[in-house]
C-alpha cells in the first residue's frame, strides 16, 4: 500500500490532507498534515470556490442535477475538510442561516416549472434534493451545536418513514413532486438525508437511519426492477464519478460505508465488489464518466487515473476493510 499512499501524497493539496487524515490516520496536529491543509486552503482553485460560494445563494435551481450549483461546491468544501475556523467560511454560512425555513431545513433559491406542480417563479425554499446537502456541510463545518442545525436535523429526520425518505419539498413550491408515487422513496434524497446524519453519530443506529439504509440496500438488490422517482441502479450508476453530486456507486458507497454496521451486508458487499472490479493493477482508479463544470480538477477527465478519485475508493475499501 505504501507506493499508492506515495503517489496520492504527491498530487493535490486536499488529496495530500484527507490520505494523511483518513488514510493514514496521521493526527491533525503534526506538521506535516497543518502544512497539507494550509496549502489546501491556500490553493487557487479553493480559494476561488469559496470566493465564488460568498454570492450565495446564486443562481435558481432549476435541475438539481446540474454539477455547477452552489450546493454541490459547497458540499466538496466540507468534503475535503475546511471548517467555520477557515477563511471565508463564515460568510458563507452566515448567508445560508439568514435563510433558515420556519421549520428549520435552510433555503434556496429555487424555480420550479409549473409543468412538474411548481411556480415557475423564482423563490427560497427547501426540497429532499438540496436541503440535505446544506445540512451536511454545516455539520461537517463544526455547526453541529448550532440550534438551527440540530433544528434543521430534526425537522427533516422526522420526515423519514418506513421506507425511508420520500420526495418533498416546501410549500413556497407549489405543488411539486417528484415523477413517482407519493409512497415511494426517492432515492436520491434517501441517499443525501443519510449523507447528512452520517456526521452525527449518535444517529448511526437511529430507526430512521436504519430505514434509509435498508431502503438504499433493498434498492440495490432489486434494481432491475425497483426504478422510484426513474432512478437506475444500471451501467451509468456504476461509472466512476467525481465529486459526488447525484446518484452513483460511488456516492452510495461512500454514505454507506460510514455506517460500521452494515459492513458484513451481502448487498453492500455486491457494490463494493463492483468498485474493486474497476481497481487497477497500480490500485488505482479512473473516472469512468465526468461533470463538466469540474473538468479542470483530476477528476474531471476520462484518460488517466485521478488521485481524488483514487482516494475516494480507497476511502471506503478503508473503512469496509481495514486497508
Given at each position: 500500500?505504501?507506493?499508492?499512499?506515495?503517489?496520492?501524497?504527491?498530487?493535490?493539496?486536499?488529496?495530500?490532507?484527507?490520505?494523511?487524515?483518513?488514510?493514514?490516520?496521521?493526527?491533525?496536529?503534526?506538521?506535516?498534515?497543518?502544512?497539507?491543509?494550509?496549502?489546501?486552503?491556500?490553493?487557487?482553485?479553493?480559494?476561488?470556490?469559496?470566493?465564488?460560494?460568498?454570492?450565495?445563494?446564486?443562481?435558481?435551481?432549476?435541475?438539481?442535477?446540474?454539477?455547477?450549483?452552489?450546493?454541490?461546491?459547497?458540499?466538496?468544501?466540507?468534503?475535503?475538510?475546511?471548517?467555520?475556523?477557515?477563511?471565508?467560511?463564515?460568510?458563507?454560512?452566515?448567508?445560508?442561516?439568514?435563510?433558515?425555513?420556519?421549520?428549520?431545513?435552510?433555503?434556496?433559491?429555487?424555480?420550479?416549472?409549473?409543468?412538474?406542480?411548481?411556480?415557475?417563479?423564482?423563490?427560497?425554499?427547501?426540497?429532499?434534493?438540496?436541503?440535505?446537502?446544506?445540512?451536511?456541510?454545516?455539520?461537517?463545518?463544526?455547526?453541529?451545536?448550532?440550534?438551527?442545525?440540530?433544528?434543521?436535523?430534526?425537522?427533516?429526520?422526522?420526515?423519514?418513514?418506513?421506507?425511508?425518505?420520500?420526495?418533498?419539498?416546501?410549500?413556497?413550491?407549489?405543488?411539486?413532486?417528484?415523477?413517482?408515487?407519493?409512497?415511494?422513496?426517492?432515492?436520491?434524497?434517501?441517499?443525501?438525508?443519510?449523507?447528512?446524519?452520517?456526521?452525527?453519530?449518535?444517529?448511526?443506529?437511529?430507526?430512521?437511519?436504519?430505514?434509509?439504509?435498508?431502503?438504499?440496500?433493498?434498492?440495490?438488490?432489486?434494481?432491475?426492477?425497483?426504478?422510484?422517482?426513474?432512478?437506475?441502479?444500471?451501467?451509468?450508476?456504476?461509472?466512476?464519478?467525481?465529486?459526488?453530486?447525484?446518484?452513483?456507486?460511488?456516492?452510495?458507497?461512500?454514505?454507506?460505508?460510514?455506517?460500521?454496521?452494515?459492513?458484513?451486508?451481502?448487498?453492500?458487499?455486491?457494490?463494493?465488489?463492483?468498485?474493486?472490479?474497476?481497481?487497477?493493477?497500480?490500485?488505482?482508479?479512473?473516472?469512468?464518466?465526468?461533470?463538466?463544470?469540474?473538468?479542470?480538477?483530476?477528476?474531471?477527465?476520462?484518460?488517466?487515473s485521478s488521485r481524488w478519485l483514487t482516494f475516494a475508493c480507497l476511502r471506503i475499501l478503508h473503512r469496509l476493510e481495514g486497508s
Amino acid at each position: 500500500m505504501q507506493t499508492i499512499y506515495d503517489w496520492l501524497l504527491e498530487g493535490d493539496a486536499w488529496v495530500q490532507y484527507r490520505t494523511r487524515i483518513d488514510l493514514l490516520g496521521e493526527d491533525a496536529g503534526l506538521a506535516v498534515v497543518r502544512q497539507a491543509r494550509q496549502s489546501m486552503l491556500e490553493h487557487p482553485k479553493i480559494k476561488a470556490l469559496v470566493a465564488e460560494l460568498s454570492d450565495w445563494p446564486g443562481a435558481a435551481i432549476t435541475n438539481h442535477k446540474n454539477a455547477n450549483l452552489f450546493i454541490h461546491k459547497l458540499s466538496f468544501l466540507a468534503e475535503i475538510g475546511l471548517t467555520k475556523n477557515d477563511p471565508g467560511i463564515e460568510t458563507i454560512t452566515d448567508r445560508i442561516f439568514e435563510h433558515s425555513s420556519q421549520n428549520g431545513p435552510f433555503q434556496v433559491l429555487v424555480n420550479m416549472p409549473k409543468a412538474f406542480g411548481g411556480t415557475g417563479q423564482d423563490c427560497m425554499a427547501w426540497t429532499l434534493c438540496d436541503t440535505p446537502l446544506i445540512l451536511y456541510a454545516l455539520l461537517k463545518f463544526g455547526y453541529g451545536e448550532d440550534q438551527r442545525v440540530q433544528a434543521a436535523a430534526a425537522f427533516l429526520s422526522g420526515l423519514g418513514r418506513e421506507n425511508g425518505w420520500p420526495c418533498t419539498a416546501s410549500p413556497e413550491i407549489g405543488k411539486f413532486h417528484g415523477p413517482g408515487q407519493k409512497s415511494d422513496p426517492c432515492p436520491y434524497a434517501n441517499l443525501i438525508m443519510l449523507k447528512a446524519l452520517a456526521q452525527e453519530k449518535s444517529l448511526h443506529d437511529s430507526t430512521v437511519c436504519r430505514g434509509g439504509i435498508e431502503t438504499q440496500l433493498s434498492l440495490w438488490k432489486e434494481r432491475t426492477v425497483m426504478h422510484p422517482y426513474i432512478f437506475y441502479m444500471g451501467t451509468d450508476f456504476c461509472k466512476l464519478k467525481a465529486p459526488f453530486v447525484w446518484y452513483d456507486l460511488l456516492h452510495v458507497l461512500d454514505v454507506l460505508s460510514q455506517f460500521a454496521w452494515i459492513k458484513d451486508d451481502p448487498r453492500l458487499q455486491e457494490m463494493l465488489d463492483v468498485l474493486r472490479t474497476k481497481e487497477g493493477t497500480d490500485q488505482r482508479f479512473t473516472p469512468e464518466s465526468v461533470w463538466m463544470a469540474w473538468k479542470d480538477w483530476d477528476f474531471g477527465q476520462k484518460r488517466e487515473s485521478s488521485r481524488w478519485l483514487t482516494f475516494a475508493c480507497l476511502r471506503i475499501l478503508h473503512r469496509l476493510e481495514g486497508s
